[in-house]
DNA sequence: TGACTGATAATAATTGTTTTTTGTCAATAC
DNA sequence: GTATTGACAAAAAACAATTATTATCAGTCA
């Protein structure tokens, strides 16, 4: 069963670079065996579809984002700092890669607008993230938050211009990082202790 | 002079009633022609492109969301009540124009993407509307703010996933309603006098 | 003299055809 | 008997030939 393990990894591997090298249009899931040394119909053994393989690649993809996120929220300083931390950190990552790959960025538009299931369940992890941060805050006195979960998910959607796949290639050239830097400190206004 | 304008406006009219019907790809500029009882050279005499002619049909129709926002803005109820209303209305407004109106949509979206000065223009009229409200806040000592037009950009930044059209047509069906009245209530935090 | 058109070159969209690609399944190999 | 494949039908993409659209400008009309 190992091997089996093994050889989706194998798969998922060689069709994310090789949806970074040519787009996920682009990439047959011919070129993916071959680079596999496989059969093309030995993938469809791990996956039903074409679609079920890119959303794999994607969600690795995501969970990169995820760790970046946890990073950032489990860092020593203080929540407050955190949160600005967050929104700066998590709108750059996104900004360096999706202007650096192109492809990437492309796919990761198409789950949005689609509405892959791994984008929300993706959404709903930033959430989380984001609450833990909030949640050190409150135990420490920083912060003063009836509804902890409910807080996370209003400031994560306020935060939507900055770590949305095509608000940030959008608004790509201009300054988001200040933007983002004013909107933590209003944010910060709303939830601090005093 | 008024006779040009005349003709200037006609041609826009119609051209808006045109891309409703078969949205900005399919509309030609022989199609405004023939609908105006004019050769399709003479719509170059008032625009110096296509492209120019599907941007001033857009600015109007920009204009209308703008009125919207103004009559929010301008209501009687204090300017909690307004800030409240204007984030609910703005979206629905958007919403409802966006569900109804694929065409609309794809052109307001298209105008988005490529960023069209006039969109640009919008935006800081939205901004300028929604910082009225603050003033007349500050001014009846409900809101403590430091710099009106500041907070205004950030507070409408916020906002951008219940105005934005991709972003409004991508949520359509969930109820954005609610989570725009929950943000309301989180920014209200971050501004009321106490 | 200013508002407009007809004819037309350059560019872009459409259509129909050929070639890939996706996904299935019975057959093979280990 | 489990992992893999080759052969193949259905669906999609790429291509080339054709048609339509944009934009220009010298010239007409009132």
Not at 41 to 59: C, G
Not at 61 to 73: G, P, Q, S, Y
Not at 144 to 159: K, Q, R
Request: proline share 3%; net charge negative; with cysteine.
């Amino acid at each position: 069963m190992s091997v089996m393990e093994d050889t989706r990894d194998r798969i998922v591997a060689s069709a994310s670079a090789q949806i970074q090298r040519h787009g996920h249009v682009k990439t047959t899931v011919a070129d993916v065996a071959k680079h596999c040394g496989m059969s093309p119909a030995n993938i469809y053994r791990f996956f039903p579809t074409k679609a079920a393989l890119i959303e794999a690649v994607s969600e690795i993809w995501l969970a990169l984002a995820e760790d970046n996120a946890r990073a950032i929220a489990r860092q020593p300083s203080c929540a407050s700092a955190r949160i600005r931390e967050f929104l700066v950190g998590v709108h750059e990552f996104n900004r360096d890669r999706y202007t650096r790959n192109g492809e990437v960025h492309e796919t990761v538009v198409a789950a949005t607008m689609e509405r892959w299931p791994i984008v929300a369940r993706h959404e709903k992890v930033i959430i989380s993230i984001f609450a833990s941060i909030l949640e050190d805050g409150v135990r420490n006195g920083e912060f003063e938050i009836d509804d902890i979960e409910g807080t996370a998910s209003v400031m994560v959607a306020a935060m939507v211009k900055f770590h949305n796949p095509i608000m940030v290639a959008q608004y790509h050239g201009e300054s988001l990082t200040e933007q983002a830097t004013a909107l933590s400190d209003f944010m910060l206004k709303a939830i601090r202790k005093r």
